[in-house]
């Protein structure tokens, strides 16, 4: 058979399997496109499951709703700035101090806050739940209480005030609310129980604040000047202070109580600033602690008095020390105008009910004694 002949017996055979090649092409180029189509034929996409009935909210989550809805718009927003002189230009540049927490106390515009979050201010923002922002004076402060009082104008549409409770029946354990604006996220809602009662911490850069509210509502940076609100939708206490060793909630949170703020802001609205009125004694719960209790009394003993004091006057004797070492009580003060004491604590909270000038029956433990003792109450030196 020579070349030629070969040549024509085999392209017949290479024609058929080309064709046979090019069809096997076609047929998967078609099922390659056509694949997603009958897949999605095949199998249809999932369609979103079928939403579970809810139902009705527990009875004490829609308490929650119910106070956050009723208290929040109330809450404000406080943006402080402070001037600052630049030291080539000697210009004076307005720059941002910090934000807190506040809420509106009367229906004149005051606005009740900490003292810290506006202290060394020169200029305060309040901003409403509704979004507008007000321009802010100063009426009044009470470093001793944390407490400021701010006023703005409202023209239209003022939030209204946030009922006010009472702190002097509050128990351990109750469901407390905190409303405020923790590293500038406005209106947030944390919750929480009373942790405890009469709690003392330092003051910032002055004397302790005393008789405080703690609760582990968590409580951040910004919610300073905020309101803890108890389960019937009254304020209880101010948001005041954290004890965190990393600066953020570590559970233990602190409140001003509000029968304080109830006494102290109706004088700081009337005259700029509360006055303390003083008997002029010193004293210690802890170190009078053992000679009380040697004794045999309650009260507040007196463990020194103020020079040129109502207390000097009147003649008042202080703990002394005996010739042999031993401390030997003097006075110790049972009641004021009837009313028992047994700390510190509680004679303050009587004494911050009078001013200076007021006078006051004070019922003195002496050498085993009862005794009555008129007394005007003073004025802080300085």
């Not at 829609?62 to 106070?67: D, G, M, R, W």
């Not at 600052?84 to 506040?102: A, K, Y």
């Not at 948001?239 to 233990?252: D, Q």
Request: net charge negative.
């Amino acid at each position: 058979m020579s070349d030629h002949d070969h040549w024509e017996t085999a392209t017949p055979r290479r024609r058929a399997w080309h064709r046979v090649v090019i069809a096997g092409v076609v047929i998967g180029a078609l099922v390659l496109f056509a694949w997603p189509a009958t897949h999605r034929w095949l199998n249809p996409p999932p369609a979103p499951r079928e939403v579970t009935a809810r139902g009705d909210l527990a009875a004490d989550e829609q308490n929650t709703i119910a106070i956050f809805e009723s208290v929040s718009p109330s809450v404000v927003n406080i943006t402080t700035t402070a001037r600052v002189r630049d030291f080539w230009t000697r210009r004076v540049n307005e720059v941002p101090r910090g934000t807190g927490s506040g809420f509106v106390w009367d229906d004149q515009g005051h606005v009740v806050t900490n003292w810290h979050v506006v202290a060394g201010a020169s200029r305060a923002l309040v901003g409403l739940d509704s979004g507008r922002t007000f321009e802010a004076v100063l009426v009044g402060a009470s470093p001793a209480h944390d407490l400021a009082v701010l006023k703005i104008n409202v023209p239209i549409d003022a939030p209204p005030p946030v009922p006010v409770g009472s702190s002097a029946d509050l128990k351990v354990g109750q469901k407390v609310f905190a409303i405020g604006n923790p590293f500038g996220l406005d209106h947030t809602l944390t919750t929480g129980v009373i942790s405890a009662l009469d709690r003392t911490i330092p003051g910032e850069n002055g004397p302790d604040i005393e008789g405080l509210v703690q609760t582990d509502a968590a409580i951040n940076p910004g919610n300073s000047g905020g309101p803890l609100i108890d389960s019937a939708g009254r304020l209880i206490g101010i948001n005041t202070a954290i004890y965190s060793p990393s600066g953020a909630s570590a559970g233990i949170g602190f409140a001003v109580p509000v029968d304080v703020v109830n006494r102290v802001v109706p004088r700081l609205v009337a005259d700029g600033r509360f006055v303390r009125p003083v008997i002029g004694i010193s004293g210690d719960d802890e170190v009078a602690a053992r000679l009380l209790e040697e004794a045999g009394v309650e009260g507040v003993a007196i463990l020194g008095i103020t020079p040129g004091s109502p207390a000097e006057r009147l003649g008042l004797r202080p703990a002394m020390r005996a010739p042999d070492g031993r401390a030997v009580l003097g006075d110790v003060i049972q009641a004021i105008d009837g009313k028992p004491v047994r700390s510190l604590s509680e004679l303050t909270t009587i004494l911050e009910s009078h001013q200076a000038g007021d006078t006051v029956v004070l019922t003195l433990w002496r050498d085993g004694e009862l005794l009555p003792a008129e007394v005007v109450l003073g004025a802080p030196a300085g």
